[in-house]
């Protein structure tokens, strides 16, 4: 059987899956409309990071590659509240070995490029624009940036791991009856801004945490990198009273920074030049159907399912779907008219329930996380959840910790923990009963 593969897009999700698919024997031919950036030089202070938990290392470790990238990771054990009055707290995440890892977007994209080409049936193709997609052909057409040369490839099988804006899935759409498609805009965008280290190079705040500025309609956050750098991204309305619109002018900039998160300005140098120069970034959630086309073309990663990051699982969801795609391989010993249905089928609500999660998480991490009513119900639950491990996960630990829990159902057991919970906190006394044996027997009643 041929077994050639075209996949558009070497980003983090089209670089795993080349080497999946090639280590089961495929040709993998990669198209990258970027040029390598393994080549450019990196800008100091210019890295993006990416929260990774363990659905994301579990892509990693199928293929044997975890112990490489956990060398550029970070482990976060729980989220570092800075109030607007200066105190700050620290909430972990889950039990205290837990943690989230904190990696540089083009670290984790460079390694898993050289990953995959050190395979011998992998080639990236770079500067290669995908440009359309002939569906009844199988057939991709690329533009080269340099010579402006077109390319038509043609394969068995197409993968388009193109991104949120993805030229795969917009020419499937074009060429699709009855294709559903549906992308929201929140009303925040994001700006990335930097602490850098010290005069040692030493982190200037706690390094192994994820940082919050929760504000109720707006929040800074800020990861570290391994260079002592943390990357911070403020995710603020585009329009109203606090919103990128109202700031314009350097001074506005400072009043506002001064005002809202007056302990991080110090340690931030280059704020307001980093504002003013860097762009303002959009939040997309995209949901489609179907993400399979006659049984030869799909959709992976971002290109099926853009979601919001407040989840931190956009990577991760993308790489549980190189993780279902190969045990579906290999289950269904290659057969693709049985692979892509059920991969669709399986994964479409998967994705859509992180896309909701994300979305909700958004106003928790703005929001709830320094209202004390919000902290004391977490208590409560991970007191409950360790004495009854076998009866409640609490939802986070099931998104982050739980691979093996389907986001879908995770998100189902929270909307339940989450009714009975109401429930509970709704006790006038409950703040001063919260570790009481009562508690523990009415949450038990009600599950
Ligand atoms: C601000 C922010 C923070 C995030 N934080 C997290 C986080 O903490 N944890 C997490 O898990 N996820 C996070 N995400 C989500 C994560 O970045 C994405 O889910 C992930 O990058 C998806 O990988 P992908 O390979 O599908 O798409 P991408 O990484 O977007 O890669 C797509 C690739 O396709 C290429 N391409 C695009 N169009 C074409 C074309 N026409 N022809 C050829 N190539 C093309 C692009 O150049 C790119 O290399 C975050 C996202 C944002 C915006």
């Known amino acids: 059987m041929s077994k050639k593969v075209t996949i558009v897009g ?17 040709t993998v031919n990669i198209f990258e409309r970027r040029s390598d950036m393994r080549k450019e030089k990196m800008s100091a202070g210019k890295s993006i990071n990416l929260a990774l938990s363990d659905r994301g290392w579990r892509g990693l470790e199928g293929i044997g590659i975890a112990d490489e990238i956990r060398k550029i990771a970070i482990p976060m054990f729980g989220r570092f509240i800075h109030l607007k009055n200066g105190s700050t707290s620290f ?65 068995d099988l197409v993968f388009g791991a193109d991104g949120a804006f993805a030229a795969s899935r917009l020419n499937m759409q074009l060429s699709s009856d009855r294709f559903e498609y549906n992308q929201h805009y929140i009303e925040a965008g994001y700006k ?31 990861l570290p990198n391994t260079d002592g750098n943390f990357t911070c991204t403020l995710f603020l309305p585009f329009e109203g009273e606090k919103s990128f619109t109202s700031l ?35 939040l997309v959630t995209v949901k489609c159907f179907p993400w399979t086309f006659d049984n030869k073309i799909g959709l992976i990663g971002d290109a099926a399912h853009a979601i919001v990051p407040f989840y931190g699982q956009g990577m991760n969801c993308g790489f549980e779907d190189c993780v279902v795609l190969n045990e579906l391989i290999e289950k269904h ?18 994705a859509d329930a992180i896309a909701d999660l994300a979305i909700m998480n958004f106003i928790e991490m703005r929001d709830k996380t320094a209202d004390p009513k919000f902290l004391l119900q977490k208590k409560i639950e991970a007191r409950f959840s360790e004495k009854h491990p076998d009866k409640w996960i609490p939802l986070y630990s099931m998104v982050t910790y739980s691979p093996h829990i ?24 409950i703040d001063k009963k919260w570790d009481s044996d009562e508690v523990e027997k009415e949450i038990l009643k009600y599950l």
């Open 406 to 429: 389907r986001y879908s159902a995770a998100f189902q057991n929270g909307q339940k923990q989450e009714a009975i919970m109401q429930k509970i906190m709704a006790a006038a006394d």
């Open 333 to 350: 010993k290659e057969n693709w008219n049985e692979i892509f249905p059920e991969y669709q089928s399986l994964r479409k609500p998967d």
């Open 192 to 222: 990335e801004l930097i602490i850098p280290p010290g005069a040692a190079g030493e982190f200037l705040i706690e390094k192994n945490a994820l940082h919050i500025w929760p504000r109720g309609t707006f929040m800074m956050i800020a």
């Open 10 to 26: 070497a980003g983090l999700v089209g670089s795993l899956l080349s080497i999946y698919l090639a280590k089961r024997g495929y």
């Open 248 to 282: 314009k002018t350097r001074e506005q900039v400072k009043l506002f920074f001064e005002t809202e998160f007056p302990d991080a300005v110090p340690l931030m140098p280059t704020l307001i030049d980093d504002f003013m120069n860097n762009p303002t970034s959009s």
């Open 91 to 155: 909430q972990p995440y889950g039990k205290k070995e837990q943690a989230i890892y904190s990696v540089s977007r083009a670290d984790i994209n460079m390694k898993l490029m050289d990953l995959a080409e050190q395979q011998p049936n992998v080639k990236i193709h770079f500067n290669e624009r995908c440009t359309t997609l002939d569906r009844n052909a199988v057939e991709a057409h690329f533009e080269n940036s340099g010579s402006q040369k077109t390319t038509a490839v043609k394969s």
